[in-house]
């Protein structure tokens, strides 16, 4: 009997907690239940050529070597970026002289691969920059090039474009024009000859590899310097430059008896050629540290920071041909400006220039409304001066961005300091040979040995432009509310609606749009209905979210009417998207209730069921259940007094 009885005492108990989570869990589903939504719309440059003679010769496999670390410098006495996955795949640019253009691609796929693996097209930056094109160069489409004109391709937003848009095809010159970009190129770095007065220095690659990525350079290829069964290479003439290559990671320890030529000491350098994994040992092999020409001129760029294509809407810019030559005026000082007008409503972000030499400091001026051939007066509207520790292109991204009007004329100046380069102010301008199509009209670019007097780019030479860019996004997004009432005139105790529309006129998405609304105290909340986001009836605040461009987002509010009067109701709209027109960011409802029920009434009904969805969802039930509550506190109750017994 005790046994039974108390069998039944833990039933009970059990059935009352059970019955008991199981109210609150049904409280809980009904407080989070959601609201159906409702509809909505929704000077010379050095040019790299490509040897024709090819050594083929069996693969080998790469061998894992010790990394350890130089105590007196702190580097790594082996680094290989293939062993870090930091590579993409070798390719091979066959016969053509495009040497120049997979070195480029091989650099840029290499320092981007942290974010995503790239596979860019050569095609399209050799054909585009030949001169059947409205930026080419004075080359054929399978010929040498450099790397200032890939550079002029990337950081006009020309390309990068993927290898998928655009094979390679050694035999074509015929690429489209109308592809997008992949990313956006922003800034690179530039590194000094590896050798300078005599003295080899290697441990500016070196740190630059393991910080940065696979390096462009050019160096003497001769076939006779090569050697295939051990894929060394020692170069000791006096040639002239014609392969470009990537760096891609260094051996101290390897012997110096794998080349041929006998140079001083061991160590080579890895470098990763562009014919084809068949070549070298799967297409690297190894350059002797002793090697004359190998990075031993200032063409030793890294190609970085591929960004977002959506940091910039807009690029404003008088310079597609890129760094052609330099200026300066017998110092080290440089300054130099351009003219734009903005297409619309536009925030300035950014700008960019070439930095020639390390350690080059900067003010950066923008100004708004600038009169004649001074581009110093207009109205000051942002400063801001810094360093750049490694000479090459750079972006300067503002602390303070700039509101631009539709049709604003606005200048941005720079001040450079270059240590020890009297031609500091990086030009365009159409040199023979090379960039003959680079134009220029009066009024872009000008430049002043002071800030104080200027002169046109065009008075100093003929069809001439500064290098300097200046980048955009299209200004915040219009927003735009409207509300109507159910009826304008209605009876004492009936029901009205209120029918709330936010719209984004753009030209930007807004996020975190709120509705703030202010009720008159002759109404009674009932009920909602939304579109989107989340209502609270205490505060009266609707919090949209984010409204991308073109979208509306809707709210049906639903009043008994309790006084007689005038009824006014306030909404505003707002978000954390900069608003540049605020005429349309407030609405003000007002009606007229009769003087008492009998009254005549002039309606002016909306079918407010037209604006909901299908299924009306009336309010939540906030309330809690009680009586099944305490039925189930009753069975814990009763279970335990008859334990007790």
Known sequence: MDTQRKQLTVLMVLCGLFLSLLICGGVSASNNTSVNNISGSSNSKTTSYQVTTQTVVTKSKITTKNASVNSSTGIPYYYDLRKLGKLTPVKNQGF????????VTGSLESTTLKYKSWNF????MKDLLSRGYKYGFDRGYDDAGCWEEALAYLNSYIGPVTGA???????SGSSPTNLKPAVHVQNTIQLQSRTLNGVMNNTAIKEALMKYGAIYSLMTFQDSYYNPNTYGYYYKGNGDYNHAICIVGWDDNYSKTNFVGNPPGNGAFIIRNSWGADWGDQGYFYVSYYDKNLANTDDNIIFMTGESVKNYDNIYQYDPFGDVGNYGYDNDVGWFSNV???????????ASFYATQPNTSYKIYVYL?????????????AVQQGIISSAGYKTIV????????KNQKFSIVVKLVSPDDYQPITIEYPLIDYSSKARASPGQSFISPNGISWEDMTSVIGNANVCLKAFTSNLGADLAISVKASNNHPKINSIVYYYVKVTNLGPQESFNVVVNSLFATKLDFISYIKSMGSYDQTSNIWSIGNLPTGSVAYLILKFTVTETGEITNNFIVSS?????NLSNNAFTSTI???????????????NASKFVASKSIPMKDTGFPLIPLIVGILLVTLGSAFKRK
């Open 96 to 103: 053509s002289d495009v040497c120049w253009a997979f070195a």
């Open 121 to 124: 097209s050569e095609n399209n």
């Open 165 to 171: 848009q655009d094979p390679f095809n050694e035999f």
């Open 340 to 350: 734009f007008k903005s297409n619309g409503r536009e925030l300035l972000k950014a």
């Open 369 to 381: 409304n600038p009169v004649g051939n001074n581009p110093r007066s207009g109205i000051l509207a």
């Open 398 to 405: 503002l602390n303070n961005f700039v509101n631009l009007m």
């Open 576 to 580: 954390k998207t900069y608003d540049y």
């Open 592 to 606: 007229f209730t009769a003087t008492d029920q009998n009254g005549t009434i002039r309606s002016n009904n909306l």
